[in-house]
């Protein structure tokens, strides 16, 4: 069974491989079939593996040893235990749909093979960093999904904003990308290894001060901030919807921002040592839901909306994280997953059939013309919102009931209150695109037409994942049957945090946390089709705002201040190294050297004057100080 | 032979020679005509050959006298190819004056 572990992120590999030597002159389909083949296959592999872990038991193997440079030895080997596994199976699965989905949405682009060698060079650096069994190989998966994020992003390159976007994203992912490497580097420093199974056991041994563990979790975090999209590291996410649709879903709504989950759940053990860094990711995590999910409220363009609440949705996991609900992350990372996926591809159904158009304002009354994209859209808007029984409803509530019982009142109200504004912009976005009139332009009207079979099957699928998928962890108290079958499975690969022995709330607060939650959201959407559907209210155009709206809809001018701060003075200084060190000082003394050689070569020349008598003078001198020499 | 050379001091056989090397060199720096300095050249050459044989005298060894059949030897192919040289440049510059020729400069 391990020898198929390697062969789970090679098979994208040769994806890449394949369709990014030869991709230009394969015909688009095998192109096609090649790119969502491998994943397929990655994904049967993944239930093998998965299959064989329910246990709890981990499988390990190890390809070659990477590095060996003094103590440090790092092998190139995958371990696949219940956390690792399960991350395999979403990234595979949802991968492979959304692969499917690009066949039909990328169809008539130029480029369209090169897509699929990104896209597939991308689920293998995501299964790289969830594969890796030490820190070495999680950050060459975190770079490498990275990487691939920015070439996605961009990959209209042509445009000059995409590309300024996708640059965007790369460098504040490496921002916290320092974080993160300062992280490992002191986790070597104090454990010796980067290897989670030698770390950990030191980890369970260790009984020096605290606060080192502290700023290791501190700084893994800030790596997790960056690569996940928390304040102050998240502006880079909205920009990013300037790249395709299937980019969008695959990398920032259902795979890659969700390594920062990963990563805080895998060092689970170190946080057990450091409550006060689990503190401020649940701050952190709850700052960014409320900001992202306002923010969100008074954005017009579609992906805009739903990127806000990727960031919001991501805020919230990170709350859970933050309480110790380490299952209960994965758990909404798994159904985020699900309906957020099914809300991009949605939204790129719509863009598809609209020719491009993103804006919500000339959009309205699709439902009649695109009644597929509308149920699964309705569904997903329906999920995300915490409609009872949908897969969101069983993770959001799971996700405030941990932080009502570890963090009381006060948060899981500020908690709720994010819940409902997701509800809020949810619902206007569903129904001013599709309710209502037709905004849009004639051309537009006349070729209004559902997506093909390659892009409404994998919607399907995913709504269907989004309706079902919350069974995958029913709490006991919903007497439903409900057997908490994911905490059980991940428990073996997930440390709680000792404050967290807890007394689990009764069952009649939890029924009581639930109906309040439930009742508001589902009153917050009936508002929302009065105001959106039936009274036809619209967002209104930029220019006629509200104060507040205008604040909301310019993003708290969040990204003017980072230009101000840090943006305009770093171009200052570089220009002023530039001018001072580089020209003056630099090329001064490198030609310099230049000019002096120069000045030397025009003084000596002038003893050639071509005077023969000049010539015999030297020449007599010469001889004279040579026989003068003898007599000194 | 010797005590009537000898009633000369050798003294004055150096002072001598190096008044005439004095003024040959003397005449190599000074004088433009390119006949005059092969001559002031010579009369260098000729002036050491005079120290020498004076020399070999004195001190009865024969070796000076060798050493200045070699210098005369030289000093005469030294002359030949430096008068073949003069030819070419009259022949070119239709003169014998030397600070004419200037063109090897910067």
Redesign the interface.
Known sequence: MQFLLPLIPLLPFAGFLINGLFGRRLPKTAVGLIGSGTILGAFLLSVAVFSSVRDGAAIQQTLYTFLRVDSLQVQFSFLADPLSAWMMLIITGVGFLIHVYSIGYMHDDEGFWKFFAYLNLFVFSMLLLVMGDNFLMLFFGWEGVGLCSYLLIGFWYENRAYGHAARKAFIMNRIGDLGLLLGIFLIFNTFGSLQYKEVFEGVANYQNNAWIPTAICLLLFVGAIGKSAQIPLYTWLPDAMAGPTPVSALIHAATMVTAGIYLVARCSSLYALAPHALEVIAITGLATAIFAALIGLRQNDIKKVLAYSTVSQLGLMFLALGMGAYSTAIFHVTTHAFFKALLFLGAGSVIHALGGEQDIRNMGGLRKALPVTFWVFLIGTLAISGFPLLSGFFSKDEIFAKTYEHGGALWWALAATSGLITATYMGRLLFVTFFGEFRGTETQRAHLHESPAVMTIPLIVLAVLSVVGGFLNTPHFLHLGGSEWLSHYLAPALVRPATSETHALDAQTEWLLMGITTVLALVVLVLAYLAYAVRRSLPVADSAMQPVARLLANKFYVDEAYDFLFVRPLEKISKMLHYYADIQAIDGVVNGVGRAAQFLGAQFRKLQNGNIEYYLLAMVVGAALLVGSLFI | MLDIIQTVPIDYFVYLSTLLFGIG?LG??TR?NAIIVLMCVELMLNAVNLLLAAFSTYLGDAQGQIMVFFIMVVAAAEAAVGLGILVMIYRNTKSTD??L??????
């Open positions: 060199v190599v720096l433009r030397i600070s020729l200037d063109n090897l400069k910067y």
